[in-house]
């Protein structure tokens, strides 16, 4: 079997970014984000998809956790849909409701080719810790555009922000090992047009 494996380093005057992103791994994440509450969602998105992650980030965090977490968001979604490569043999979709002690969040993918990012919900916080609550939605949609997802992601209710943030990325995991996993019943790529 080959190896599905995304590399991607990124450099701007903002951020300097190099993500490597394994499908098939174990759940092991080696993260230097410089945006802590970042990292800990990035460890769960990992463990629970069961993917192998690995960054190396610096960014002007000085202003705050907005270009750092665009940008990996970036990096991620190129290293999904590098890592997936033509798509055969896939599930090609994939959803998942994950609860975190009163908070419950679904998440739905397809691994079409096409973007387009959905978020339902409302976060009760605006900061968690020093992130940013907003920021959860800039990362969501630049990983949708680049991995080129459909990502729909709906908060179904909560009322701590922190759990309500950890439920999605947990769910975003199992939602996208789902999609990602190989079903020998699948020939080609899951699609009547022959392509994704």
């Keep these: 079997m080959d190896k599905r494996v995304g590399h991607i380093e990124r450099n701007t005057y903002e951020t300097q970014i190099k993500l490597t992103f394994a499908v098939d791994g174990g759940g092991e994440a080696k993260l230097a984000t410089g945006v802590p509450f970042l990292t800990h969602m990035l460890t769960l998105f990992a463990k629970h998809g069961l993917f192998t992650l690995d960054v190396e980030a610096h960014g002007d965090t000085e202003v705050d956790d907005h270009h750092t977490t665009e940008d990996i968001g970036i990096c991620l979604g190129r290293a999904i849909r590098q890592a997936v490569g033509d798509k055969k043999g896939i599930n090609r979709y994939g959803y998942a409701v994950v609860p975190m002690d009163e908070a419950l969040s679904e998440v739905a993918v397809d691994l079409s080719g096409r973007p387009y990012f959905v978020f339902n919900g409302a976060f009760p916080a605006q900061k968690v810790g020093t992130f940013d609550t907003e920021l959860v939605k800039e990362f969501l949609d630049k990983l949708s555009i680049e991995a080129q997802m459909n990502l729909h992601v709906t908060v179904r209710y909560g009322?701590?922000?922190?759990?309500?943030?950890?439920?999605?990325?947990?769910?975003?995991?199992?939602?996208?090992?789902?999609?990602?996993?190989?079903?020998?019943?699948?020939?080609?790529?899951?699609?009547?047009?022959?392509t994704l």
């Design 159 to 194: 009322e701590n922000t922190h759990h309500m943030i950890e439920s999605v990325f947990k769910a975003l995991g199992r939602a996208l090992d789902a999609a990602t996993v190989r079903n020998p019943r699948i020939q080609g790529v899951l699609s009547t047009k022959g």
